[in-house]
């Protein structure tokens, strides 16, 4: 997982930003047409990542590293064309206009999935206390919530598991917003969160509490007891948000 995330939250926004500041089109529609997909595709990827690795404020430095590209692209001695002069100038702008149309279709999906769908919520309580906690999967669209690929009755062993599309997964994380010592330690103590008391969200009833299953050392996993240690609840007097 790790190594995806450098690659789709390092790696690709940094050579967008170079390709800008290094290789741009020699046209000025290129330029602009590149300059408005890479911000685009740059909002997208802050929207989409699970930012446990680089930490939540490294998109603002992508911000600022684009800014600086932006000035090397206009400091240079060459003047642009307003066209392109050949036909691999015209494919590139098109390639630059497709492109755009999909980081734009992610980084609108993924703006609106912030907001609650319309319909009855219950308003449950924040479970953690005491220190600053990040959200790396919740909303309500499949581009930030991962849970939600659980409502597809498509696939038969997502039905044992529906109840975790309505979840979240939250980790603490210390001030200078990272999540553990080091970037994936197998020892359970080097993560901020471990240990921290988990709060009922609700005044309820307890159906189940398992509470016997072992640590596991990461990345290790239970694929029998896939569910681990946990209290299904019941909430008695409930409130609902519209």
């Not at 404020?57 to 090397?72: I, K, N, Q, T």
């Not at 240079?76 to 497709?98: D, E, H, Q, Y």
């Not at 734009?104 to 319909?119: C, K, L, V």
């Not at 690929?149 to 994380?173: C, H, Q, T, W």
């Amino acid at each position: 997982m790790i190594s995806s995330l450098i690659v789709a939250q390092v790696l690709v926004p940094i050579a967008l930003i170079v390709w800008l500041a290094i290789a741009p089109p020699r046209s000025l529609l290129g330029v602009l047409l590149q300059a408005l997909v890479t911000i685009v595709a740059l909002l997208a990827i802050a929207r989409m990542g699970i930012w446990i690795f680089p930490p939540w404020w490294m998109p603002y430095c992508y911000g600022l590293l684009f800014l600086m590209a932006l000035v090397m692209v206009w400091q240079r001695p060459k003047p642009l064309r307003r066209m392109p002069s050949s036909w691999l100038g015209w494919i590139t702008i098109i390639g630059f206009v497709a492109v755009g149309v999909f980081v734009g279709n992610e980084a609108i999906g993924s703006w609106i999935g912030q907001f609650p769908p319309a319909i009855p919520a219950v308003d449950l309580a924040f479970p953690l206390r005491d220190g600053d906690y990040l959200l790396v999967n919740g909303g309500n669209d499949i581009r930030i919530n991962a849970h939600l690929k659980l409502l597809d009755e498509s696939v038969p062993r997502f039905r044992a598991y529906r109840g975790s599309s309505y979840g979240v997964d939250i980790v603490k994380i210390d001030p200078f917003g990272l999540r553990a010592n080091g970037i994936v330690p197998s020892d359970l103590a080097a993560y901020q969160i471990y240990g921290q008391p988990v709060l009922a969200p609700c005044a309820g009833k307890i159906l189940q509490a398992i509470d016997g299953l072992p640590d596991m050392q990461i990345p290790q996993i239970d694929s029998v007891n896939r569910s681990g240690n946990h209290v299904i609840l019941r909430c008695l007097e409930v409130s609902f948000r519209r």
